[in-house]
């Protein structure tokens, strides 16, 4: 098994209000997805080489900060940065509006028109993982997969918060 890896995911979603039973579904698929295929890897930083995983991560937004608290499986910390949210808040936005709009095609329109629908969320979802790898640059290394799944519980976090 190699050690890049997140081996659990938890989404602290005390003072939240409660999902949507969609988007709960979401957070369910993108936490099993995470666990059975990601590449989660800490970069060396000030000369010291980062412990090897695999890792537990802890998702959070604290103090309008999107929160990522690493630890080993040991529940040894490892890392924890802050981002910014500002840089997610259009992508997010974009991202409900256009999955309320496949929900909605889902139940009255063609199949030619829902795959439009789809090919347009999956495109914003794409952008949203490309956000978010820009934003852990030189914190964590994830490919497209685990990118677009973290994306998915960011989204989870911005309809709590």
């Known amino acids: ?6 081996s659990r995911v938890e989404i ?7 999902p949507t039973p969609e988007i709960e579904q979401e957070r369910k ?3 099993f997805d995470l666990i059975e295929d990601n590449s989660f890897a800490l970069p060396d930083r000030d ?10 991560l802890f998702l959070a937004i604290r103090d309008k900060r999107l929160v990522f608290d690493v630890k080993t499986e040991n529940a ?3 890392a924890e940065f ?3 949210l500002g840089p997610f808040r259009q992508v997010v936005k974009d991202y409900f509006q256009i999955c309320e709009s ?5 139940k009255k329109l063609p199949p030619s028109q829902i795959e439009a629908i789809d090919m347009a969320r999956r495109g914003i979802h794409n ?24 994306f998915t519980l960011i989204c989870v976090l911005h309809f709590g918060g």
């Open 82 to 84: 802050h981002l910014s």
């Open 102 to 106: 496949y929900f909605d095609a889902v």
């Open 1 to 6: 098994m190699s050690t890049s890896v997140l």
């Open 29 to 31: 698929v993108a936490i």
């Open 47 to 56: 000369g010291r080489r980062a412990p090897d995983g695999p890792y537990h």
């Open 76 to 78: 040894t910390d490892v």
């Open 127 to 150: 952008e949203g993982a490309r956000v978010l790898q820009e934003r852990l640059e030189g914190k964590a290394d994830v490919d497209i997969d685990t990118a677009r799944r973290l």
């Open 12 to 18: 602290d979603d005390r003072g939240l209000i409660a």
